[in-house]
Protein backbone atom coordinates (compact mmCIF):
# COMPACT_ATOMS: atom_id res chain seq x y z
CA UNK A 1 0.00 0.00 0.00
CA UNK A 2 1.10 3.40 -1.26
CA UNK A 3 1.71 5.72 1.46
CA UNK A 4 2.97 9.55 0.61
CA UNK A 5 5.42 11.46 3.15
CA UNK A 6 4.95 14.95 3.96
CA UNK A 7 7.44 17.04 6.68
CA UNK A 8 8.21 20.32 7.67
CA UNK A 9 10.28 21.61 10.21
CA UNK A 10 7.65 20.96 13.37
CA UNK A 11 6.33 17.61 12.33
CA UNK A 12 6.12 14.18 9.88
CA UNK A 13 3.11 12.47 8.62
CA UNK A 14 2.20 9.60 5.66
CA UNK A 15 -1.02 9.30 4.06
CA UNK A 16 -2.54 6.64 2.30
CA UNK A 17 -3.85 6.68 -1.19
CA UNK A 18 -6.26 4.18 -0.61
CA UNK A 19 -8.95 5.62 1.24
CA UNK A 20 -6.92 9.04 1.61
CA UNK A 21 -6.43 7.92 5.22
CA UNK A 22 -3.84 9.84 7.15
CA UNK A 23 -1.71 6.92 8.66
CA UNK A 24 0.80 8.78 10.57
CA UNK A 25 1.32 11.92 12.46
CA UNK A 26 4.88 12.89 14.65
CA UNK A 27 5.86 15.79 15.92
CA UNK A 28 9.47 16.82 16.84
CA UNK A 29 9.50 14.16 19.93
CA UNK A 30 9.07 11.19 17.54
CA UNK A 31 5.73 10.02 19.18
CA UNK A 32 3.15 8.39 17.36
CA UNK A 33 -0.04 10.17 16.96
CA UNK A 34 -2.51 8.07 14.63
CA UNK A 35 -3.45 4.58 15.50
CA UNK A 36 -1.57 2.11 13.72
CA UNK A 37 -4.80 0.13 12.38
CA UNK A 38 -3.77 -3.01 14.30
CA UNK A 39 -6.45 -5.71 12.39
CA UNK A 40 -7.22 -7.51 15.54
CA UNK A 41 -8.83 -4.35 17.18
CA UNK A 42 -9.70 -1.82 14.40
CA UNK A 43 -7.96 -2.23 11.56
CA UNK A 44 -7.95 1.36 10.32
CA UNK A 45 -6.20 4.44 10.65
CA UNK A 46 -8.43 7.57 9.98
CA UNK A 47 -11.24 6.64 7.27
CA UNK A 48 -12.84 9.67 5.23
CA UNK A 49 -16.41 9.51 4.99
CA UNK A 50 -18.75 10.27 1.81
CA UNK A 51 -21.50 10.95 1.04
CA UNK A 52 -23.14 9.54 3.96
CA UNK A 53 -21.79 9.27 8.06
CA UNK A 54 -22.93 6.53 9.98
CA UNK A 55 -25.83 4.20 8.51
CA UNK A 56 -29.32 4.27 6.33
CA UNK A 57 -31.94 2.83 7.51
CA UNK A 58 -31.78 -1.09 5.98
CA UNK A 59 -28.46 -0.28 4.24
CA UNK A 60 -30.16 1.92 1.34
CA UNK A 61 -31.84 5.33 0.79
CA UNK A 62 -34.02 6.71 -2.31
CA UNK A 63 -33.05 9.63 -4.38
CA UNK A 64 -35.71 11.02 -6.71
CA UNK A 65 -37.73 7.69 -5.97
CA UNK A 66 -35.57 4.95 -6.95
CA UNK A 67 -33.63 3.12 -3.98
CA UNK A 68 -29.93 2.25 -4.31
CA UNK A 69 -28.05 0.42 -1.55
CA UNK A 70 -25.28 2.44 0.78
CA UNK A 71 -22.50 0.80 2.95
CA UNK A 72 -21.95 2.62 6.59
CA UNK A 73 -20.04 5.68 6.00
CA UNK A 74 -19.98 5.29 2.38
CA UNK A 75 -17.62 4.11 0.04
CA UNK A 76 -14.46 5.95 -0.26
CA UNK A 77 -12.43 3.39 2.47
CA UNK A 78 -11.13 0.95 -0.34
CA UNK A 79 -10.61 3.14 -3.99
CA UNK A 80 -7.34 4.66 -4.59
CA UNK A 81 -7.33 8.40 -4.99
CA UNK A 82 -5.85 10.28 -7.00
CA UNK A 83 -2.92 13.17 -6.61
CA UNK A 84 -3.90 16.20 -7.84
CA UNK A 85 -1.22 18.18 -6.08
CA UNK A 86 2.23 17.26 -4.03
CA UNK A 87 4.37 19.31 -2.19
CA UNK A 88 7.06 19.02 0.90
CA UNK A 89 4.19 19.68 3.31
CA UNK A 90 0.77 19.09 1.71
CA UNK A 91 -0.96 16.55 -0.28
CA UNK A 92 -4.47 17.04 -2.26
CA UNK A 93 -6.01 13.58 -3.42
CA UNK A 94 -9.27 12.82 -4.95
CA UNK A 95 -11.98 10.75 -5.51
CA UNK A 96 -14.01 10.40 -8.80
CA UNK A 97 -17.01 7.73 -9.33
CA UNK A 98 -15.76 4.22 -10.06
CA UNK A 99 -17.99 1.20 -11.11
CA UNK A 100 -18.75 0.40 -7.02
CA UNK A 101 -20.31 4.19 -6.15
CA UNK A 102 -22.27 4.18 -8.85
CA UNK A 103 -24.47 1.62 -8.01
CA UNK A 104 -24.94 3.18 -4.39
CA UNK A 105 -24.31 7.14 -5.56
CA UNK A 106 -26.16 8.02 -8.75
CA UNK A 107 -24.11 11.42 -9.20
CA UNK A 108 -20.93 12.96 -11.04
CA UNK A 109 -19.00 14.10 -8.52
CA UNK A 110 -15.03 14.77 -7.22
CA UNK A 111 -14.64 14.41 -4.18
CA UNK A 112 -11.04 16.11 -2.79
CA UNK A 113 -9.18 15.43 0.63
CA UNK A 114 -6.24 17.72 1.10
CA UNK A 115 -3.83 17.46 3.87
CA UNK A 116 -1.58 20.46 4.83
CA UNK A 117 0.89 20.36 7.98
CA UNK A 118 0.99 23.69 10.00
CA UNK A 119 3.47 24.36 13.23
CA UNK A 120 3.00 21.31 15.13
CA UNK A 121 -0.45 20.19 13.61
CA UNK A 122 -1.91 19.02 10.62
CA UNK A 123 -5.45 20.24 8.45
CA UNK A 124 -8.26 17.88 6.64
CA UNK A 125 -9.84 19.69 4.54
CA UNK A 126 -12.55 18.28 2.60
CA UNK A 127 -13.65 20.12 -0.84
CA UNK A 128 -17.19 18.24 -2.74
CA UNK A 129 -17.79 19.11 -6.62
CA UNK A 130 -20.89 18.57 -7.73
CA UNK A 131 -20.33 17.66 -11.30
CA UNK A 132 -23.79 16.33 -12.15
CA UNK A 133 -26.60 18.74 -13.83
CA UNK A 134 -28.85 18.08 -10.83
CA UNK A 135 -28.91 18.90 -7.20
CA UNK A 136 -26.78 16.24 -5.49
CA UNK A 137 -27.32 15.48 -1.76
CA UNK A 138 -23.87 14.55 0.31
CA UNK A 139 -23.24 14.58 3.91
CA UNK A 140 -18.99 13.90 4.47
CA UNK A 141 -16.99 13.93 7.80
CA UNK A 142 -13.70 12.80 9.18
CA UNK A 143 -13.22 9.51 11.52
CA UNK A 144 -9.12 10.15 12.92
CA UNK A 145 -8.58 7.13 15.07
CA UNK A 146 -5.78 8.46 17.89
CA UNK A 147 -3.31 6.40 20.50
CA UNK A 148 -5.08 6.64 23.67
CA UNK A 149 -2.98 6.41 26.02
CA UNK A 150 -0.22 8.89 24.28
CA UNK A 151 2.45 8.76 26.49
CA UNK A 152 4.32 5.82 29.01
CA UNK A 153 2.54 4.82 32.01
CA UNK A 154 -0.51 6.29 31.18
CA UNK A 155 -3.66 4.18 30.86
CA UNK A 156 -6.57 5.00 28.60
CA UNK A 157 -8.65 6.51 31.82
CA UNK A 158 -5.78 8.90 32.37
CA UNK A 159 -7.32 10.93 29.75
CA UNK A 160 -10.29 13.18 29.57
CA UNK A 161 -12.06 15.61 26.63
CA UNK A 162 -11.82 18.95 27.59
CA UNK A 163 -14.10 21.65 25.68
CA UNK A 164 -14.02 25.42 25.56
CA UNK A 165 -17.52 25.99 26.45
CA UNK A 166 -19.56 24.44 28.73
CA UNK A 167 -22.01 21.78 27.73
CA UNK A 168 -25.52 20.43 27.91
CA UNK A 169 -24.25 16.63 27.08
CA UNK A 170 -27.00 15.53 25.27
CA UNK A 171 -26.21 12.22 23.61
CA UNK A 172 -27.71 10.60 20.78
CA UNK A 173 -27.97 7.22 21.08
CA UNK A 174 -27.09 4.86 18.17
CA UNK A 175 -27.75 1.27 19.92
CA UNK A 176 -25.15 -0.88 18.16
CA UNK A 177 -23.36 1.69 15.25
CA UNK A 178 -26.62 1.79 13.61
CA UNK A 179 -29.49 4.15 13.49
CA UNK A 180 -30.63 7.17 15.66
CA UNK A 181 -33.01 6.05 18.56
CA UNK A 182 -33.20 8.21 20.87
CA UNK A 183 -30.86 10.84 23.62
CA UNK A 184 -29.52 11.34 26.68
CA UNK A 185 -28.16 13.36 28.72
CA UNK A 186 -24.64 11.93 29.10
CA UNK A 187 -23.90 11.09 33.17
CA UNK A 188 -21.05 13.19 34.18
CA UNK A 189 -21.01 15.49 31.23
CA UNK A 190 -23.99 17.86 31.95
CA UNK A 191 -23.66 21.25 31.91
CA UNK A 192 -19.78 20.58 32.26
CA UNK A 193 -16.85 21.24 30.03
CA UNK A 194 -14.77 17.85 31.13
CA UNK A 195 -15.61 14.44 29.94
CA UNK A 196 -13.65 11.34 32.19
CA UNK A 197 -12.67 9.02 29.20
CA UNK A 198 -13.65 5.42 30.06
CA UNK A 199 -13.74 2.39 27.99
CA UNK A 200 -17.36 1.62 29.90
CA UNK A 201 -18.42 4.91 27.77
CA UNK A 202 -18.28 3.14 24.46
CA UNK A 203 -19.16 -0.63 25.87
CA UNK A 204 -22.97 0.75 27.13
CA UNK A 205 -23.68 2.53 24.01
CA UNK A 206 -21.08 2.25 21.15
CA UNK A 207 -20.36 5.75 19.59
CA UNK A 208 -21.04 8.83 21.15
CA UNK A 209 -22.62 11.43 19.10
CA UNK A 210 -23.40 15.11 19.80
CA UNK A 211 -25.34 17.18 17.90
CA UNK A 212 -25.84 20.71 19.69
CA UNK A 213 -22.13 21.26 21.21
CA UNK A 214 -21.49 25.07 21.68
CA UNK A 215 -17.85 24.52 21.60
CA UNK A 216 -16.09 23.89 18.02
CA UNK A 217 -13.04 22.48 19.19
CA UNK A 218 -11.68 19.93 22.18
CA UNK A 219 -8.48 18.90 23.71
CA UNK A 220 -7.61 15.41 24.25
CA UNK A 221 -5.52 15.26 27.23
CA UNK A 222 -4.16 13.68 29.85
CA UNK A 223 -5.33 15.05 32.80
CA UNK A 224 -2.49 15.69 34.60
CA UNK A 225 0.51 16.69 32.26
CA UNK A 226 -1.75 18.14 30.41
CA UNK A 227 -0.25 16.44 27.23
CA UNK A 228 -2.75 15.44 24.23
CA UNK A 229 -3.86 16.61 21.27
CA UNK A 230 -6.19 19.59 20.48
CA UNK A 231 -9.25 19.35 17.81
CA UNK A 232 -10.56 22.11 15.74
CA UNK A 233 -13.61 21.67 13.79
CA UNK A 234 -15.22 24.88 12.71
CA UNK A 235 -17.77 24.44 10.13
CA UNK A 236 -18.37 20.54 10.84
CA UNK A 237 -21.75 20.46 12.94
CA UNK A 238 -21.83 16.66 14.73
CA UNK A 239 -18.72 15.52 16.80
CA UNK A 240 -18.61 11.42 17.49
CA UNK A 241 -16.45 9.81 19.76
CA UNK A 242 -15.79 6.46 19.63
CA UNK A 243 -13.75 3.35 20.90
CA UNK A 244 -14.42 -0.51 19.61
CA UNK A 245 -16.88 -1.52 22.30
CA UNK A 246 -15.79 -4.56 24.65
CA UNK A 247 -11.95 -4.29 23.32
CA UNK A 248 -10.05 -2.28 25.65
CA UNK A 249 -8.33 -0.36 22.70
CA UNK A 250 -5.57 2.27 23.16
CA UNK A 251 -6.89 4.41 20.92
CA UNK A 252 -10.22 6.85 20.40
CA UNK A 253 -11.39 8.74 17.47
CA UNK A 254 -12.87 12.00 17.45
CA UNK A 255 -14.92 12.26 13.95
CA UNK A 256 -16.09 15.66 13.47
CA UNK A 257 -19.20 14.77 11.19
CA UNK A 258 -21.19 17.16 8.22
CA UNK A 259 -24.33 15.03 8.71
CA UNK A 260 -25.04 11.78 10.73
CA UNK A 261 -26.52 8.50 10.98
CA UNK A 262 -30.09 8.21 9.94
CA UNK A 263 -33.15 7.83 12.69
CA UNK A 264 -35.39 5.06 13.49
CA UNK A 265 -38.74 5.83 11.52
CA UNK A 266 -36.87 8.41 8.71
CA UNK A 267 -38.31 8.40 5.58
CA UNK A 268 -35.58 6.99 3.81
CA UNK A 269 -35.02 9.63 1.22
CA UNK A 270 -31.63 11.06 1.49
CA UNK A 271 -32.45 14.75 1.32
CA UNK A 272 -34.55 14.15 4.31
CA UNK A 273 -31.58 13.09 6.28
CA UNK A 274 -30.14 15.36 9.04
CA UNK A 275 -27.27 18.13 8.56
CA UNK A 276 -27.70 17.22 4.77
CA UNK A 277 -26.41 19.90 1.80
CA UNK A 278 -28.37 20.09 -1.03
CA UNK A 279 -25.87 21.30 -3.57
CA UNK A 280 -26.51 23.13 -6.46
CA UNK A 281 -25.31 21.52 -10.03
CA UNK A 282 -21.45 23.25 -10.37
CA UNK A 283 -21.02 24.18 -7.59
CA UNK A 284 -18.37 23.27 -4.27
CA UNK A 285 -18.41 23.05 -0.30
CA UNK A 286 -16.20 23.28 1.77
CA UNK A 287 -15.07 22.39 5.75
CA UNK A 288 -12.48 20.92 7.82
CA UNK A 289 -10.57 20.05 10.90
CA UNK A 290 -7.31 20.58 12.67
CA UNK A 291 -5.42 18.22 15.07
CA UNK A 292 -2.72 20.04 16.68
CA UNK A 293 0.32 18.72 19.31
CA UNK A 294 -0.05 19.92 23.08
CA UNK A 295 2.71 19.35 25.37
Not at 121 to 128: G, I, N
Not at 173 to 201: C, M, N, T, W
Not at 278 to 292: D, E, I, K, V, Y
Amino acid sequence: MENIRLFNQTCTAEVQLRGAQMASFRGQDGREVIWQADPSVWAQHAPVLFPVCGSVPEGRFTVEGKVYPMTKHGFTRNPDFTVVRQGDDFVELMLEPTEESRTMYPFRFAFHVIYTLGVNSYTTTFLVENRDERVMPFCVGGHPGFVCPMEAGASFEDYQLVFPEEEDGRNSLAPGGYLIDGSEYLPGFHQARVLPLKHELFDARDALIFTELKSRSVDLVHRETGRGIRFDFPKLEVLAVWSKPGANADYVCLEPWHGMPSEVGDSGRFEDKPFVTMLAPGRCWQGSFTTTLLG
